[in-house]
């Protein structure tokens, strides 16, 4: 058996023409979704992520603002800057890029944004909210992959989902949209016993661990369906996720490439989230 690849580019394409067209008829109505994204620091990949993020705002019709800060600068003007956006109108969603510096709580940093305004789906009171099965901000990773099931027909319901990764960006929240759906969910971490005991029972596999090709074929259900959400680098320098996708092809029905599956999903979710919350915005006024 050779797995599918579930092209994560292909389809983001397609659902951001979708947004694309619900922002233009948002704006004609006199509101135009609208991102605010704050960099901390001279990280490359952050540079990037956040350069990113703009262009699929501008692309996507959005107005987008940047805010960029020195590593050294103190928290209290951060601080200041997130109150300042919670209080502008005209602003839909605020995104703080992560990681911060050493001075920075980052904790405390996603819980000064507002919740109205939380389009990463990080503030506890949207986590709270999606632990309860009640509408909120759903982070966009594991909101992205939810897409990618649904695209491809994926019988999530019934379906034995093990998690490897517990971090409340992807781990946690990608097991409770898993178990909304009906899936019987195992999660899996750095204190799992034995690891390959439950990959092999998985109908569906989501790797979010952060270490390189740690998922190897021999670990994976015949015909599961592996989502890789991982974002690592091999010992020549590669790009790579944390499954083996040589060897998991062979195993899997279907499988998302690293780069090029879960990745181009994560910014248009949050791009369908900064919409909502434009749509919010609209129906208050």
């Known amino acids: 058996m050779t797995a599918r690849n579930i092209d994560g580019k292909a389809l983001s394409e397609k659902v951001r023409e979708e947004i694309a067209q619900q922002a233009a008829e948002l704006t004609a109505k006199g509101v135009q979704p609208c991102l605010a994204v704050i960099l901390v620091g001279e990280d490359p990949a952050s540079a990037v992520y956040v350069r990113n993020k703009v262009a699929g705002c501008e ?15 103190a928290p209290e003007q951060v601080f200041a800057k997130i109150a300042e956006l919670n209080a502008d109108t005209s602003v839909h969603g ?38 309860q099965g009640r509408k909120s901000f759903y982070p966009c990773t594991p909101w992205g992959v939810m897409k990618m099931l649904e695209s491809e027909n994926v019988q999530v319901k019934g379906a034995e989902a093990v998690v490897i990764g517990r971090s409340n960006i992807v781990g946690k929240p990608m097991s409770v949209m898993l178990l909304s759906k009906g899936a019987t969910v195992t999660i899996c971490h750095s ?9 092999r029972r998985a109908d569906i596999l989501v790797a979010a661990v952060g270490k390189a090709k740690m998922i190897t074929g021999d670990m994976i259900k015949p015909g599961a ?26 195993v899997a029905s279907l499988i998302t490439p690293v780069p090029g599956g879960v990745g181009p999903m994560t910014i248009t979710m949050l791009l369908a989230n900064t919409l909502e919350s434009a749509r919010r915005a609209l129906n208050q006024a």
């Open 59 to 73: 692309k996507a019709g959005f107005r987008s603002l940047k805010f960029s800060y020195p590593a050294d600068v």
């Open 94 to 131: 605020i995104l703080v890029q992560l990681p911060l510096p050493k001075q920075f709580d980052s904790e405390k940093v996603l819980e000064a944004i507002s919740p109205e305004k939380d389009v990463d789906g990080f503030h506890a009171v949207n986590f709270g909210l999606l632990l």
């Open 191 to 199: 204190q799992t016993r034995d690891l390959a005991f439950h990959t």
């Open 225 to 250: 369906v592996v989502i890789d959400v991982g974002m690592n680098r091999d010992e020549n320098g590669k790009l790579c996720g944390d499954v083996d996708y040589a060897s998991a092809s062979q």
